[in-house]
């Protein structure tokens, strides 16, 4: 049975270059790596990962926690994180805990104890201070994405410049009455981020002297079907908006078939804006600001294993802190760490445009 002695001799490298090479840990030149790889698959080499984990105390699993992996923008993290992670021999554990505190709570106090696991990626997810304490207490590497944790890298969009340039373009359109689709009543999502892209309208709109009606700021949930029904509402009010700027692509989807329902025209009665990028967006001609979900996943991968490869000795529980330099349980937890912000892109498509009366104005003129 071909070893891995058998494997470095082959590739003319040392047997723990190659171990590293095979492994993903450690660093290792791309050219020796192809070289160990073409090796082993030369001599049909199979590593055995249980042996390995045995020496190593890793067992080359990373944990995914997300809110409810049937929504667009989570499958799309995963995924980012999942091709990621193929690259290099490592496998994915996903929690789905469907927007459940119970299904939360059973995974961050039984699952994460229970499953050997390197490091953890929770996605979008409101973690009170001792529920954060509580995961880091498996010691393990941890990268979130989504908004800012304490101690914890984190990975996202501004939330807040978003809702700024998307109110700022209706406005610069002409638009003045301008209502507000928000995620407030999802369950799934980390309310900073409603919080945030609510706030980036409210000023925007405060900024250009325009007045945020209460009863133009519509709760949703992140759905279009949802979002649908409460535009329905929103546009047969006696005077309704001429734009609408909602917190997701999905709900702006659910405005715009709203509208069409209803008989208005978009975007000559009304002008819709979304955040988010999704595929349907470009069907739909909607105005976006991209924010590139999979790319959010293969960073955050990126930052774990960049984070795995520099730890040379085992894992030993109780005592490696896998580069997150947290307190034990009960202690206070550090300030907030870098939150890293990755580009957005804002893409102008048919359903945005000057509102029906100043067409008519400039026509005069």
Do not use: C
Request: cysteine-free; hydrophobic content about 40%; glycine content about 10%.
């Amino acid at each position: 049975m071909t070893g891995i002695k058998e494997v470095a001799a082959r590739a003319g490298v040392s047997v723990g270059t190659a171990s590293r090479a095979l492994s993903g840990n450690g660093s290792v030149a791309a050219g020796t790596r192809q070289r160990v790889l073409t090796a082993a698959q030369q001599l049909n080499f199979v590593r055995s990962y249980n042996a390995s984990s045995l020496v190593t105390g890793r067992s080359r699993i990373i944990g995914v926690i997300v809110p409810s992996v049937d929504r667009w923008y989570f499958a799309k993290v995963v995924a980012g994180i999942a091709e990621e992670l193929i690259t290099v021999g490592y496998d994915l554990a996903l929690y789905n805990i469907f927007g459940d505190r119970d299904n939360q709570d059973a995974v961050l106090e039984d699952f994460l104890m229970r499953q050997r696991l390197d490091a953890v990626v929770p996605v979008s997810l409101e973690l009170k201070p001792e529920e954060l304490t509580r995961m880091l207490s498996i010691r393990r590497p941890v990268v979130g994405i989504g908004g800012p944790m304490p101690g914890v890298p984190t990975i996202g969009m501004d939330h807040f410049a978003a809702g700024s340039l998307a109110t700022a373009h209706l406005l610069g359109l002409g638009h003045e009455r301008i209502a507000h689709v928000s995620g407030g009543i999802d369950p799934y999502r980390d309310f900073k981020l409603t919080d945030q892209r609510q706030a980036g309208f409210e000023n925007e709109m405060k900024r250009a002297g325009a007045s945020v009606r209460p009863e133009w700021i519509i709760a949703s949930d992140f759905t279009l079907q949802d979002a649908y029904n409460k535009a329905r509402s929103l546009l047969a009010m006696p005077e309704r908006p001429t734009a609408v700027f909602a917190a997701s692509d999905e709900m702006a989807i659910g405005v715009i078939l709203a509208a069409r329902d209803l008989g208005l025209q978009v975007p000559h009665d009304l002008s819709v804006v979304g955040i988010d990028g999704h595929e349907l967006g470009e069907t739909f001609g909607l105005t976006t600001i991209q924010q590139f979900p999979r790319q959010q996943g293969q960073q955050a991968a990126r930052k774990l294993l960049q984070k795995l490869a520099k730890k040379t000795v085992p894992f030993a529980e109780g005592n490696e802190t896998g580069g997150n330099d947290m307190p034990t349980t009960g202690e206070s937890l550090p300030p907030d760490s870098l939150h890293e912000l990755l580009d957005t892109k804002f893409v102008v498509r048919n359903s945005t445009a000057v509102p029906r009366s100043r067409a008519r104005d400039l026509e005069r003129q």
